[in-house]
């Protein structure tokens, strides 16, 4: 069956970069928006980014404006977070979705971002 994939997640040091990605595997979907959100353990999901992918239109949580860019292949159907001067309030699991969500049985695993020294 298929899941989306997301990749990308590793220790960095605060003030580096990640750029995360997520695809389709197995399976194919039409979206008019697709989002990132990141866990932490104990915690709810927050919405960090959202991006519309007729225009392009982005909206992204307070925490993070002027440093994450979400984007949206629309040839490879494939999302990408560039994620800029990281910090250790940063460090989630993070999960890509379209708006509205997919079925859970399509949900990927996600990947862990760790902002440390």
């Known amino acids: 069956q298929g899941q989306l994939v997301e990749s990308g997640g590793d220790l960095v040091q605060p003030g580096g970069s990640l750029r995360l990605s997520c695809v389709a595997n197995g399976f194919t979907f039409g979206t008019l928006a697709m989002t990132w959100h990141r866990q932490v353990p104990g915690k709810e999901r927050d919405l960090v980014a959202r991006i519309t992918t007729t225009d392009g239109r982005t909206k992204y949580a307070d925490s993070v404006k002027g440093r994450f860019v979400i984007s949206w292949d629309n040839v490879n159907k494939a999302l990408y977070l560039q994620m800029n001067s990281l910090q250790p309030e940063d460090t989630a699991v993070y999960y890509c979705?379209?708006?509205?969500?997919?079925?859970?049985?399509?949900w990927g695993q996600g990947t862990p971002v760790t902002v440390s020294s």
């Open positions: 979705n379209t708006d509205p969500p997919l079925l859970p049985q399509y």
